[in-house]
């Protein structure tokens, strides 16, 4: 998958919105690549159980093993069915009554495990109506903060080729 992307943080500690853009490539199960044009030059790199973050402005490349933090989030949320989803968050859904997203299912997921509070606090996903793409995804934290991922120009089941994850 190929997409275009807008990412929007806020926090208690920020006057303004902090917005980046950029692109973002996939190859499941765990190969995910995002090239961010504004700020220009910063790369997220997730391959397997590595995240390398690379801001060459700011004299920063890091490497680090998320294999624990990947393990969570696949145990409540990948493969799970719709009962399972059940037992670990409250989960609202309805056809969505903001024009920033129209056409979607919004679907709110709160946790109800503290285990899962202790990170996130709410997740909401829009989901485009015609093509069943998620539109819109935003994270809310137990500090307050909140970050919104928008995709765009999502291209679905085109290879992509390797080099895209390659950080030189």
């Known amino acids: 998958m190929t997409a275009r992307f807008t990412e929007e943080t806020t926090s208690s500690l920020l006057t303004t919105p ?16 995002m090239r961010y044009s504004d700020p220009p030059g910063r790369i997220l790199l997730i391959d397997g159980d590595l995240l390398t973050i690379v801001w060459p402005s700011r004299g920063i490349k890091e ?15 990948v493969d799970k069915s719709p009962s399972e989803l059940r037992r670990s968050f409250t989960i609202v859904a309805r056809i969505a009554p ?10 709110g997921m709160t946790p109800t495990r503290s285990q899962i509070r202790a990170g996130l606090t709410g997740l909401k996903l829009w989901i485009d109506r015609t093509s069943m793409m998620l539109r819109t995804m935003r994270m ?5 903060d909140v970050k919104t991922l928008t995709f765009d120009d999502v291209v679905v089941n085109k290879p992509v080729d390797p080099r895209t994850f390659s950080i030189e």
Do not use: H, M
């Open 98 to 107: 903001d024009r920033a997203n129209p056409n979607s299912w919004e679907v």
């Open 63 to 77: 490497t680090s093993n998320i294999g624990e933090a990947r393990r969570r989030i696949d145990k409540y949320f």
């Open 140 to 144: 809310e934290f137990p500090s307050g």
């Open 18 to 33: 902090v917005v980046s853009r950029g692109t973002l490539a996939v190859i499941r199960p765990d190969r995910i690549i």
